[in-house]
């Protein structure tokens, strides 16, 4: 089971992504931040005709492209229920079910918090979280509380270390930035100065692991809900 990954900018800090199961050359995109440049990128990939769009949740910016790619392409549409409140929904599904693409699975984990029907794909060490975890983030609690996101976040801190945290944001130098406001210490400076360098060349900090995100995302080192909450309100607040 191996996975080709194109990842992409889209919006202002939105990420793109298209993935390919090698064995077969069946296609997919990840949410459809934005119709036209998942277009764009699957013809400069190659990769051949667009068979699956995987939702993580129903914001617009995670699925403003459905009905176009689906008219366009006639993939099929594949997320939580929530998403049928504003775009195609062709197959719900939930925590525990699997979704295929070729010859690879993507196990199904539910993820309330950032909305209560978010859900994230993994198959194998590659993960796609949506608007669950970040590099040295999390997502804002739009619809859930704090005790449901940091649940969510402890099912996810039970993957292996080497698990490729495909985010679907580029956030991580604001995040870098509140990180270093908790801690400043040589491992969190140096980690947080790479961050910047990069971002400086244009490059993505995306994917993170979760061997990274274990040792210093300050919202999995929070130790409870009740810090959780309290760094996850922090953080809405931060002007750093």
Known sequence: MTLDIRLFPCRADNYGFLIRDRATGAVATVDTPDAEAILKDLQASGWGPLGLILNTHWHP????????????????IVGPEEVRRVAPLD????????????????????????????????????????????????GRLFEGAPDQMWASLQRLMAWPDETRLWCAHEYTASNARFALSLDDGPEMTAHAQAIFAARERGEPTVPTTMGVERRLNPF????????FGQRRAAKDGFAG
């Not at 910016?61 to 099929?76: I, K, M, P, Y």
């Not at 699997?98 to 909305?115: K, M, N, S, Y």
Request: contains cysteine.
């Open 91 to 138: 197959r719900a599904v939930g925590d525990g079910d699997q979704v295929t693409l070729g010859e690879t699975t993507f196990a199904v984990t539910a993820t309330p918090g950032h909305t209560l029907g978010h859900i994230v794909y993994r198959a194998g060490v590659e993960a796609f979280v949506g608007d669950t975890i970040f590099a040295l983030g999390c």
């Open 220 to 227: 999995l080192t929070a130790g409870d809900a009740s810090v």
């Open 61 to 76: 910016d995670h699925t403003e492209g459905n009905a176009r790619l689906q008219a366009e392409t006639g993939c099929e």
